[in-house]
């Protein structure tokens, strides 16, 4: 158990519906991380958050936006699902932000978009 | 931009073979190296890794030697276990100074008894 959890475990919905992904992280951690997985992209950043501030942005659709909150959890909040955005979502938290950290990964929630 | 290459899977060994998974990378500078590992059904977590030139990391068996004039990190283990079959992930950092990550795309590993 890394300590960093997810909610909810497994989505499924309909094209052109929007959903919202949920993490917490590991108690004292200030970086949080989204990543997306999908058997055709492999693993993919998609933004990060440091005590609340957006930190860094990847391959993140603008259909996809997140936020960190002053409790320091996450949601990452994607809308006009597509099918190709069944993927499975991680949330990552560390420490502090810098490449020495250890990022902890949370189980992910699996998205299926029918 | 920085990125890593990692072999294709998956690998399929008998338990007690020697394991090597390939890993080379491209980046500007000397980037600290991760390998991730991916048990089934569960999210990544950090096997071991490796700040500067010539480091070895190691964990659970596993080493992996940052090789600055191969540009490789390859990951090895003398004698490997059912319990190992998992999918291994070779990261680092996106930009020097960044902590966000960069993935290969992953090489699964399927240990037989």
């Known amino acids: 158990d890394s300590g960093v959890t997810q909610t909810p475990k497994h989505l499924i919905t309909a094209t052109g519906q929007r959903v919202t992904l949920r993490c917490s992280p590991r108690s004292g951690d200030l970086s949080v991380y989204w990543y997306q997985q999908s058997l055709d992209q492999g693993l993919q950043f998609l933004i990060q958050y440091y005590n609340g501030e957006e930190r860094a942005k990847g391959n993140i659709l603008e259909r996809f936006s997140a936020q960190q909150f002053p409790d320091l959890h996450s949601e990452l909040n994607l809308s006009s699902l597509e099918l190709g955005d069944s993927a499975l979502y991680f949330c990552?938290?560390?420490?502090?932000?810098?490449?020495?950290?250890?990022?902890?990964f949370g189980p992910g929630t699996r998205l299926t978009v029918t | 931009g920085d990125s890593v290459t990692q072999m294709e899977g998956p690998v399929t060994l008998s338990e007690e073979a020697f394991l090597t998974i390939n890993c080379t990378y491209t980046?500007?500078?000397?980037?600290?190296l991760f390998w991730y590992v991916q048990y089934p059904g569960e999210g990544l977590q950090l096997l071991l890794k490796?700040?500067?030139?010539?480091d070895k990391g190691s964990n659970k068996g596993f080493e992996a030697t940052y090789r600055k004039e191969t540009t490789s990190f390859h990951l090895e283990k003398g004698s490997v276990q059912v319990s190992d079959s998992a999918v291994y992930f070779c990261a680092l950092p996106m930009n020097s100074g960044y902590s966000t990550l960069t993935f290969g795309k992953g090489t699964m590993l399927l240990v037989s008894p």
């Open positions: 980046a500007t500078g000397y980037p600290s």
């Open positions: 990552a938290s560390s420490v502090e932000a810098g490449p020495s950290y250890e990022q902890y």
């Open positions: 490796a700040t500067k030139a010539d």
